[in-house]
């Protein structure tokens, strides 16, 4: 058992109310008759530890109990973090889509950080010029170039009726390549000889928190829930092991987290799909959960009936030749498959990554969990293949108000946008939407 001066030795790393529980495992320690029962009774992380400790026995004990404190520790400081964010996540969501989008921003500009910390400890001894300004500015570039190309096509009846930000709009796209070009000038200027291989070595989420919360909540959860679960399913199943980049992945926990993400993502689909807040598009940037937003549901939401194969109705003796079901459900399930089995393969990837710069985490952003990396490595695969999704095979096309504006703006000539007002002046006075007298009245301050 470990002396008071072993005690008075650790004590600038514990507090006394770790010392004294850690006297309290002593005494259960002491208990026992030799370390060979206390490694039958404690996980296999501190028989790993006693094994590879050329140490006395009581050394080992006391390396034992120590470990045992730390990583009480941590589980707890990992708990705490976890319900800390889960519960911040929920205020966001209830807050509105554009403090969605700024906590977007941030994790972005944190996970850049990070990976650019990693690329930064070899860079240090090559002394590269101006790398991490260079890098934060390409950074800035992209950021303007990719927001800036939402916000336009979202929100064109409000950034073209002002004449600022109408120029900016109309060129949007030449100013971010000028950008582009003057950094990427900046960056040839200061390239050294010696240097040029250390040298050339998340837009679509926004889009998809435009076109409905849902497009955003659903897909971030099926991957945390995949996380959840495939850990489960290894835990209890798991004997094959998957890829060799992660050892502790087992097939059984993949195909087992597969299934669980299919179930639990259309359970969860069908309860947000009622709620408008969560399925309109964004159209009015003070929308909060309290406010709420109205909107014409996409048909992907609405119940519709599909023919069955004649197959399944002949091989199942069927009495009915139609199913009725929500379109969503059918991509509900494309996205856990996504999830499941193609998003995990971004974890892989940053594994591997690590292994190469021999780090454990990307960082310490959240205490008890790593970097922020770490718990978004997949998400931004799988938020990508979202977008694309959606407007492969889900959005509904229609003609906005912004579009129409901007055709109006950009091909008409002022005299063509003056008769273009007054027919329209003059269809809502038919349809009885407006009155005579302010016709009349427009008819005085504008020329026919």
């Not at 050394?59 to 990583?71: A, T, V």
């Not at 409905?212 to 945390?224: D, E, K, R, T």
């Not at 901007?406 to 003056?418: C, K, M, P, R, V």
């Amino acid at each position: 058992m470990p002396s008071r001066k072993t005690h008075q030795r650790l004590s600038p790393h514990l507090s006394n109310s770790s010392i004294q529980q850690l006297r309290l495992l002593d005494m259960e320690i002491k208990k026992l008759t030799n370390i060979e029962k206390i490694s039958e009774k404690l996980p296999k992380t501190y028989k790993n530890i006693r094994k590879h400790t050329k140490l006395g026995s009581e050394d080992k004990q006391e390396r034992i109990g120590f470990c045992f404190m730390k990583n009480r520790s941590n589980f707890f400081l990992r708990t705490v973090w976890t319900f800390a964010m889960i519960f911040g996540f929920l205020v966001i969501i209830a807050a509105g889509h554009i403090w969605i989008i700024v906590l977007l921003t941030f994790i972005q500009v944190i996970v850049f950080k990070e990976l650019i910390a990693i690329v930064n400890i070899s860079d240090k001894e090559k002394k590269l010029p101006w790398f991490r300004t260079l890098n934060w500015y390409f950074l800035c570039t992209t950021l303007y170039f990719a927001y800036g190309e939402s916000l336009i096509y979202y929100f064109k009846h409000i950034v073209i009726v002002d004449a600022f930000l109408f120029t900016i709009t109309t060129h949007h796209r030449f100013i971010s390549f000028i950008l582009y070009i003057a950094g990427f000038i900046f960056f040839v200027m200061n390239l050294k000889k010696g240097h040029y291989k250390y040298q050339f070595t998340h837009h679509f989420i926004i889009n998809n928190i435009f076109e409905g919360i849902f497009w955003f909540l659903l897909p971030a959860s099926l991957v945390i829930c995949n996380d959840i679960f495939s850990y489960l399913c290894g835990k209890l199943f798991g004997r094959t092991q998957l890829i060799k980049l992660s050892p502790k992945k087992t097939v059984e926990g993949f195909i087992g987290g597969w299934i669980c993400t299919v179930v639990l993502g259309l359970t969860m689909g069908n309860i947000i799909l009622h709620w408008n807040y969560m399925i309109c598009p964004l159209r009015d940037l003070g929308a909060t959960a309290l406010i709420g937003l109205e909107c014409i549901p996409n048909p992907t939401f609405t119940l519709q009936q599909f023919p069955l194969p004649e197959f399944i109705i002949s091989y199942l003796a069927l009495p009915y030749h139609t199913i009725t079901i929500r379109p969503v459900e059918f991509h509900l399930m494309v996205f856990s498959t996504f999830a499941s089995l193609i998003a995990p393969f971004g974890g892989f990837f940053a594994s591997g990554l690590k292994r190469a710069f021999k780090i454990k985490d990307f960082g310490d952003s959240i205490p008890g969990h790593g970097g922020l990396t770490d718990r978004f490595d997949c998400q931004f695969i799988n938020g990508f293949f979202v977008y694309l999704y959606y407007h492969s095979f889900i959005a509904a096309t229609h003609v906005s108000v912004g579009s129409v504006l901007e055709t109006a703006i950009t091909s008409l000539t002022y005299d063509e946008q003056i008769k273009l007002s007054n027919s329209i002046y003059k269809y809502l006075v038919s349809q009885g939407v407006l009155s005579n007298a302010i016709l009349e009245c427009l008819k005085k301050s504008i020329p026919s």
